[in-house]
């Protein structure tokens, strides 16, 4: 994939893969414009919401915690053949060393849509999550194994 821009997340050139930056003012903000990068590379399709679904997932820090995030959006779509249109609602909680992030997502069958990349894996390969003080944001960085 090309070098492209979105206002909420970046492609940026990758030898084999893919790999994006994604940013917010909140890391639930960040973390949903992540998955949004991750639409993008599956398809350029906007998807209806028909479907209504309810994601949990653990980490022991923000960088496993997206990882787990993100994997849990090829589950649905490898496993359920669901593929997302929006998060409705994302919640991050931090107790204890423990991070866990919830979320409703809204989407539809994966079966009416062009799957124009398939995305083999979440890498840990260069991934970040931290905030930048200069702009007052949260950004992330993640490679997509294709």
Do not use: W
């Not at 649905?76 to 931090?94: G, M, P, Q, V, Y």
């Not at 930048?132 to 997509?144: E, G, L, S």
């Amino acid at each position: 994939m090309s070098q492209s821009s979105k206002k909420n997340h970046i492609f940026l050139k990758h030898t084999a893969d893919v790999k994006f930056q994604a940013f917010g003012k909140t890391p639930e903000k960040c973390f949903e414009n992540a998955a949004c990068a991750l639409k993008e590379i599956l398809t350029s399709q906007r998807i209806k919401t028909i479907k209504t679904k309810k994601i949990s997932c653990k980490g022991k820090d923000f960088e496993s915690l997206l990882y787990n995030f993100l994997e849990e959006f090829l589950f649905l779509l490898n496993s359920k053949n669901f593929i997302f249109s929006k998060i409705k609602k994302i919640d991050i909680e931090i107790q204890k060393k423990q991070y866990k992030i919830t979320a409703e997502i809204q989407g539809d069958s994966s079966k009416n849509y062009q799957i124009k990349t398939d995305i083999k894996a979440i890498t840990y390969n260069d991934m970040f999550v931290k905030f930048d003080d200069k702009t007052k944001k949260y950004a992330c960085q993640v490679v997509v194994d294709v």
